[in-house]
C-alpha cells in the first residue's frame, strides 16, 4: 500500500502556482519524498525528490516539513500542460526500495 | 526525453497466444522494470532487472516472464495471453547510483488488448 495522502483533485488557474500536499506521517528517517506525474495516456515522468531538505529544479520546488510528515510541491507557473495526475511517493534509498504509485492528485489547470 | 522505446505500441492478440513486447533503451542505464497499468489499480510492478541476465520478479509475476540478454533490451513475455492481462504497459530504466534507483524514467507505453 502506499504510505502517502494526496487530495483526489485540484484546480489551479493558469500562470498561478499550483501547491500540491501530500501527508506521509509515518515515513522513516532513511526515506525519500517522490514525485512523479503522469500526463494522459503517457508514462509517468520523473519530477523531484528530496529527504528533509527543501529541493529545487527546472521543473518545481519541493517543501518538506521539519518533522517530515508532509510536503508540498509547487509548480511555480502552472501551464494547460501541467494538467496531470501527480504522485507523491515515500521510498528507501537502496535498490530493493520500490517506489508504488498509489492513486496520485489530478491537478486540473484552468485557462 | 530519455531514449526509451517499447514496440509494438499497440496489439491486439486471442487468448491463448503467446505474447512477447520490448523495451529498448539507449541510455546504458543499468536497472529496467516492466509494469502495468489497469483502471482502480495505478501502477503495478510486474518483472525489474538490475543488470545482464539479473532478474527479479515484481508485485503482479504470475503469468509474465521477462529476459535481459543485452544492457539495452528487456522482453515482458506472456506465454498465453489472458483477458486479464489485457492492460498498457510500460517500461522503466534508472541508473546505479545512489538513490537514482528511483529516478526512473518511463517509455512511450504499449497498450495490449486480449480478446
Known amino acids: 500500500d502506499a504510505k502517502t495522502t494526496q487530495p483526489p483533485s485540484m484546480d489551479c488557474a493558469e500562470g498561478r502556482a499550483a501547491n500540491l500536499p501530500c501527508n506521509h506521517s509515518?515515513?522513516?528517517?532513511?526515506?525519500?519524498v517522490y514525485w512523479y506525474r503522469q500526463i494522459h495516456s503517457q508514462g509517468p515522468q520523473y519530477i523531484i525528490h528530496?529527504?528533509?531538505n527543501n529541493e529545487t529544479n527546472e521543473m518545481a520546488s519541493l517543501i518538506i516539513t521539519e518533522d517530515r510528515k508532509s510536503s508540498t510541491l509547487i509548480l511555480p507557473h502552472a501551464t494547460l500542460r501541467d494538467t496531470a495526475v501527480y504522485y507523491c511517493?515515500?521510498?528507501?534509498?537502496?535498490?530493493?526500495?520500490?517506489?508504488?504509485f498509489g492513486k496520485g492528485t489530478r491537478l486540473h489547470i484552468l485557462p | 526525453d530519455a531514449g526509451i522505446t517499447q514496440s509494438p505500441r499497440h496489439k491486439v492478440t486471442e487468448t491463448g497466444t503467446p505474447v512477447t513486447l520490448r523495451c529498448h533503451q539507449t541510455e546504458n542505464h543499468r536497472y529496467m522494470y516492466w509494469y502495468r497499468q489497469d483502471p482502480g489499480h495505478g501502477l503495478r510492478l510486474i518483472h525489474y532487472?538490475?543488470?545482464?541476465?539479473?532478474?527479479d520478479k515484481g508485485e503482479v509475476s504470475d503469468g509474465y516472464s521477462v529476459s535481459r540478454s543485452k544492457t539495452e533490451d528487456f522482453l515482458l513475455t506472456l506465454e498465453s495471453a489472458t483477458s486479464s492481462q489485457t492492460s498498457v504497459y510500460f517500461c522503466?530504466?534508472?541508473?546505479?547510483?545512489?538513490?537514482?534507483?528511483?529516478?526512473?524514467?518511463f517509455g512511450p507505453g504499449t497498450r495490449l488488448t486480449v480478446l
Open positions: 532487472s538490475y543488470g545482464v541476465k539479473d532478474t
Open positions: 528530496g529527504l528533509k
Open positions: 522503466a530504466i534508472s541508473e546505479s547510483r545512489g538513490e537514482a534507483y528511483n529516478e526512473q524514467f
Open positions: 509515518t515515513i522513516s528517517g532513511n526515506e525519500y
Open positions: 511517493i515515500v521510498t528507501g534509498p537502496n535498490r530493493d526500495d520500490k517506489i508504488i
